[in-house]
């Protein structure tokens, strides 16, 4: 058990540019999710996949905002033309196959600056 | 909708005190409550997890107790240490997690 591990873990970008993020979760863990948490607040629910399916999205995901989990194994968070209100800490979650109930294991985070 | 809110947003004690943490949520339809540590620009680090069925979970010096029917939970540190400074967060299990803002704890040497 390596834990679950994001990438870069930080990343610095320019206004308009786009950004993919990487998340690869405990093995075998067949869900995942992605929060996104600004300066001073609790995590925010973006998405969750339950294998390769996307299960829900936030209305926080605007159309910019995409995630995919291919294999059902790492998934990627892509954000295109970034804006100002994008930079934020996200964070990559994933949960064992026992379900709900068991704790839900959290990655380092990616930093995003959007500058 | 389901809301979790936290109180005191901000802490700060002497060394030795022991504290009492706040998180409060609407529904109590849940799974769990999680408590969770994170120290500034990292992740998240599970403190405690305690299931629907149960009252309380302690690890060490802390002691995390859940009221679902008031929707109410308390997290307890006794004899605080300057290396427990860190944001202490809430969270309840939904189909996925939903977080409260946090309580900033500062023990000061």
């Known amino acids: 058990d390596t834990g679950v591990s994001q990438d870069p873990r930080h990343k610095i970008t320019k206004r308009g540019q786009n950004v993919t993020f990487r998340c690869d979760p405990i093995s075998e863990h067949n869900r995942l999710y992605w929060y996104r948490q600004t300066l001073g607040q609790g995590p925010e629910f973006l998405t969750y996949f339950q294998n390769e399916a996307q299960l829900e999205k936030s209305r926080l995901l605007s159309d910019r905002f995409s995630a995919e989990r291919p294999k059902g194994s790492f998934s990627t968070l892509e954000i295109q033309r970034t804006e100002q209100g994008d930079s934020a800490m996200y964070l990559c979650?994933?949960?064992?196959?026992?379900?709900?109930?068991?704790?839900?294991?959290f990655g380092n985070g990616t930093r995003l600056t959007v500058t | 909708k389901q809301e979790v809110t936290q109180i005191p947003a901000a802490l700060s004690v002497p060394e030795g005190e022991n504290l009492v943490l706040n998180c409060s949520f609407t529904d109590s339809a849940i799974y769990n409550l999680q408590w969770f540590r994170q120290d500034p620009g990292k992740g998240l680090t599970s403190l405690l997890l305690i299931q629907s069925s149960q009252r309380e979970q302690t690890s060490g010096r802390l002691n995390a107790s859940l009221d679902k029917s008031s929707g109410r939970s308390t997290l307890y540190i006794a004899a605080s240490q300057p290396g427990d400074s860190a944001t202490y967060l809430c969270?309840?299990?939904?189909?996925?997690?939903?977080f409260g803002t946090g309580t900033l704890l500062a023990v000061q040497p």
């Open positions: 969270a309840v299990t939904t189909n996925k997690l939903i």
């Open positions: 979650a994933s949960h064992p196959v026992r379900g709900l109930r068991s704790p839900l294991h």
